[in-house]
């Protein structure tokens, strides 16, 4: 989330720069795909796969980037609809509040669905061969059945076995 906040506060300037440059809807265009571009790959190395993104996960994050232009787009016509001339941080405000919202929403796509398939667990590994069955059933022995429960890592025994002051 922290990635995630970051390059949106850093996108909030560049709305807000770029706004006074051309309409506030390109700005924001502008600033969503580079936005989301950046954070993709900014999650896909640090956050969820620890490798660069791929071109199938930059594709299926733009979708979530189009959600959020859309968000962000509907709460800023929801500003003008309301206040005739808002100040710059009544906007910054509910754009950044939009984003948010927007982010949160992205970051569960690219955990649930773009990166998902990058934190599947292996396969389990296959059982043993199976023991020989028997008229009563496979053969086992109590002292086999017994070591199956116990852990196979050794944990080394230590020279005190309740707590007290460090042995030199």
Not at 65 to 76: D, I, R
Request: charged share 10%; net charge positive; glycine share 8%.
């Amino acid at each position: 989330m922290v990635l995630g906040g970051t390059v949106g506060l850093a996108a909030s300037a560049a709305v807000t720069a770029l706004a006074t440059l051309v309409p506030w809807a390109l700005a924001n265009a502008a600033v969503t795909v580079a936005s989301t571009a950046a954070a993709t790959e900014l999650h896909a190395r640090f956050t969820f796969a620890g490798t660069r993104s791929t071109w199938r996960q930059q594709m299926q994050s733009a979708g979530s980037a189009v959600a959020a232009y859309a968000v962000t787009s509907a709460a800023m016509a929801a500003l003008h609809a309301c206040v005739s001339a808002p100040g710059v941080l009544l906007a910054q405000g509910v754009y950044l509040s939009a984003a948010a919202l927007a982010g949160l929403g992205r970051f569960l796509v690219l955990r649930l669905v773009v990166f998902a398939a990058d934190r599947t667990p292996p396969p389990a590994a296959p059982a043993g061969p199976a023991a020989p069955a028997g008229p009563a059933g496979p053969v086992t022995s109590a002292a086999s059945a017994a070591s199956a429960e116990r852990p196979t890592t050794h944990v080394p025994r230590t020279r005190r076995s309740r707590p007290g002051p460090p042995l030199p």
